[in-house]
């Protein structure tokens, strides 16, 4: 199994800063991507940015140039540096991997529990 553990959520003010982190753990072969989705009320969960073991990264038009992922493969965690938080931004957000725990397992995909970030004046 692989546990997903996420930290640094939190109330800021429009305009302010938060950074997210997320650790896996458990038993883990090799990790293909880590990345960052949330939800909103009433929403869909979306896409917010995503790491490949390479370094490839893909982020949701609404927070380019606004969040910057990254990653520490030797240590499975990924960041999520959230800078210019509007309040459109507050949702709850989780971290989402896709890990083969094996040399011969299937990929498979795993999430955190979620943490909650509002943006609120």
């Known amino acids: 199994q692989v546990q997903l553990v996420e930290s640094g959520g939190g109330l800021v003010q429009p305009g302010g800063s938060l950074r997210l982190s997320c650790a896996a753990s458990?038993?883990?072969?090799?990790?293909?991507?880590m990345g960052w989705y949330r939800q909103a009320p009433g929403k869909q969960r979306e896409l917010v940015a995503t790491i490949t073991t390479g370094g490839s990264t893909n982020y949701a038009d609404s927070v380019k140039g606004r969040f910057t992922i990254s990653r520490d493969s030797a240590k499975n965690t990924v960041n999520l540096q959230m800078n210019s938080l509007k309040p459109e931004d507050t949702a709850v957000y989780y971290c989402?991997?896709?890990?083969?725990?094996?040399?011969?397992?299937?990929?498979?995909?795993?999430w955190g529990q979620g943490t909650q970030v509002t943006v609120s004046s």
């Open positions: 458990g038993t883990i072969f090799s990790i293909t991507y």
């Open positions: 989402n991997t896709k890990v083969r725990p094996e040399a011969t397992a299937l990929w498979t995909s795993y």
